[in-house]
């Protein structure tokens, strides 16, 4: 059986009281009245209306500190201003406070009528708002149980007996039979490496490195990544120029996962490059920031998909192809730059290539370092592709 919408309306005017209930009556809603706004605000509690009328001028509380006290209560009810003393000022002040809409005395009954059910209509629009993200939070824990339970255990046991068995059989096997169990090896290596991407992804651990934050030089984690995904960039053909500006401040964090951030932001634009071309990676200090942006001249980012590219499982239309990864990389990374107290934005044009900048604080400690190779910074082997 469908519930009645919920109606309170507060005012100090019976008659108001009246011709507003009289109105509703038969509309399908359940109303209720309260002559002030203590009364009000009690009837809010017992009631817990779908929509409230607030009057604005009312002996004792106030109609705006009643908006601020229904909102403390449930900013999920609707509630829309009635009152004879309409100005601009007192409307903008209104909605500040919570309001949704706002009508001003004498109204008729159908402009009551119409700024109900949108009233409600809004609240329908808000549950089910929320309905949907607390379904969205309970997939994300039913998928994490499923993830931890049912796919890695039994791949970890998978992988610990193939890895005894290569150990057994390394004299009986030959080359070729040899090469076919290192080949699973890597492969359910890489299916474990995957779910724990998927697990840092839809886990709240990665808030957790905040604990062990300490002094971080920026310019030796990109030195770091740059050397991780060096060997991707060598395949492709592409060049890493690499940027830093110098002084450079240290940020408070945890350097192994900026790392995992910029891995991810420099190893996408390697993918997501053509051949021959190159990325850019450079980091400068502004004011009390650290700037590290990653440039490439790739496939570039369609604008209506920009907003979602940072989301869980978001793959774009541009990147659908072999070179796709999961879409969890830009998540992590958002939660790891937020995690450090900084931002990440990005810039892009479908065919000219994207811009990705974090923006981390700076310590102040005005001690970083340009990293050297004996610092953990890039070697090259094979003949200076980083700059």
């Given amino acids: 059986m469908k519930i009645e919408p919920r109606i309170l309306i507060i005012d100090d005017e019976e008659i108001v009281l009246d011709s507003c209930s009289q109105i509703l009556e038969g509309s399908g809603y359940t109303t209720r009245t309260a002559t002030d706004g203590w009364v009000g605000l009690k009837q809010v509690a017992e009631f817990q ?21 229904i909102r403390a209560l449930d900013p999920s009810i609707v509630a ?6 309409a100005t601009l000022a007192s409307a903008v002040e209104a909605m500040q406070k919570g309001a949704y809409d706002f009508l001003p005395k004498p109204f008729t009954p159908d402009e009551f009528r119409l700024i109900t059910k949108r009233g409600i209509e809004k609240r329908e629009l808000v549950l089910e708002t929320i309905a949907l993200r607390r379904e969205k939070e309970l997939l994300q824990q039913n998928f994490a149980a499923i993830i931890s339970h049912e796919l890695k255990a039994p791949l970890s046991a998978v992988q610990q007996n193939l890895i005894r ?22 492969r359910i290596n890489d299916l474990l490496t995957m779910i724990h991407t998927w697990l840092r992804a839809i ?4 808030g957790s490195i905040k604990e062990g934050f300490v002094p971080t030089s920026v310019a030796t984690a990109i030195s770091r990544a740059v050397e991780n995904v060096y060997p991707y960039a060598v395949r492709k ?9 110098e002084p450079l401040d240290l940020v408070h964090g ?6 995992e951030a910029l891995v991810n932001l420099i190893g996408n634009a390697i ?41 869980n499982f978001y793959r774009g239309r541009a990147g659908a192809g072999d070179e796709a990864g999961a879409g969890l990389g830009l998540a992590i ?25 974090i923006a981390l604080p700076a310590q102040g400690s005005g001690t970083g370092t340009h990293p050297t190779p004996e610092a953990g910074g890039p070697e090259n082997p094979q003949g200076g592709r980083v700059t």
């Fill in 80 to 85: 829309i201003v009635i009152t004879g003393y």
């Fill in 333 to 357: 990374t958002r939660r790891i730059v937020e995690a450090h107290g900084g931002t990440i934005t990005v810039t892009s044009r479908l065919g000219e290539g994207s811009t990705f900048v």
């Fill in 165 to 186: 068995l290569v150990q057994e059989l390394s004299d009986q096997v030959n080359e070729a039979q040899m090469a076919r169990l290192e080949r699973m090896k890597s």
């Fill in 49 to 69: 209306p779908d929509l409230v009328y607030v009057d604005l001028k009312m002996p004792g509380i106030s109609g705006f500190e009643v908006l601020e006290r």
């Fill in 203 to 206: 886990s709240s651990d990665i």
């Fill in 237 to 245: 053909d592409i060049d890493i120029d690499v940027s830093i500006g």
């Fill in 254 to 259: 945890d350097e192994g996962t900026l790392v």
């Fill in 271 to 311: 993918r997501y490059s053509r051949s021959e071309s190159r990325v850019h990676v450079s980091a400068e200090q502004q004011t009390d920031h650290i700037l590290v942006a990653v440039r490439d001249w790739g496939i570039g980012i369609a604008e209506d998909e920009l907003p979602y590219i940072f989301g």
